[in-house]
């Protein structure tokens, strides 16, 4: 089955955008605590697709060893997996992107790897704010116009069926990697 990876940093919002798309309430596990997941999840929807949950980047709070040996998990995962077919980078819509967030959106453009951005928790930022918010974070990652930029809440359900678009856009790039 075709894979989609969800990146960003811990506690953006990442397992309540999976369960918002899938109109779950705990499928994917969120928790107020940054850094607690530290492997990659996997959760297969509907025998259509699988989400690749992906350990949050920045803040987590372990030896430097550690972290190598996740970068070394993700970084193996997102070059060499067969089923891949692009990320979903989750971007808090009210800050500005992090050096993590750019480095992570650079890394992914470096090797050609599709992504969709989703800007989420827009449900905290009132709606005449968005356009400056958007701007801030397209301008801060250095998006690539083949690359959506979408508005999401999962606390309202904003930008799920403009995400939805964007990943089976995505899924119909299937062979990727096996050209
Ligand atoms: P993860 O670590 O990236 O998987 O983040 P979680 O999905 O666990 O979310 C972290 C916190 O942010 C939780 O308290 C969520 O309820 C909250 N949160 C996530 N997305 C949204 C959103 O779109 N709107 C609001 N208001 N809160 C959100």
């Not at 372990?62 to 040996?69: E, G, W």
């Not at 993700?74 to 009210?94: A, N, W």
């Not at 800007?119 to 801060?140: F, N």
């Amino acid at each position: 089955l075709p894979e989609i990876a969800l990146a960003g940093r811990s506690n953006v919002g990442k397992s309540s955008l999976i369960n918002r798309l899938i109109n779950r309430k705990n499928l994917a596990r969120t928790s107020s605590k940054p850094g607690k997941t530290q492997t990659i999840n996997f959760y297969r929807i509907n025998d259509i697709l699988y989400f690749a949950d992906m350990p949050g980047y920045g803040f987590a709070k372990v030896p430097k060893s550690v972290k190598a040996a996740w970068g070394r998990m993700i970084e193996g995962y997102l070059l060499h997996r067969r089923e891949l077919c692009g990320v979903i980078q989750v971007i808090d819509l009210r800050h500005p992107p992090t050096r993590d967030d750019q480095n992570m959106y650079a890394w992914l453009k470096h090797y050609g790897i599709p992504a969709i951005v989703a800007a989420t928790k827009a449900d905290k930022i009132s709606k005449g704010q968005w356009p400056k918010h958007l701007k801030r974070i397209r301008e801060g990652i250095g998006l690539v116009p083949e690359d959506p930029l979408i508005l999401f809440s999962a606390q309202t359900g904003q930008g799920k069926e403009e995400l939805w678009k964007g990943i089976r856009r995505l899924t119909g790039n299937q062979d990727r990697l096996q050209k």
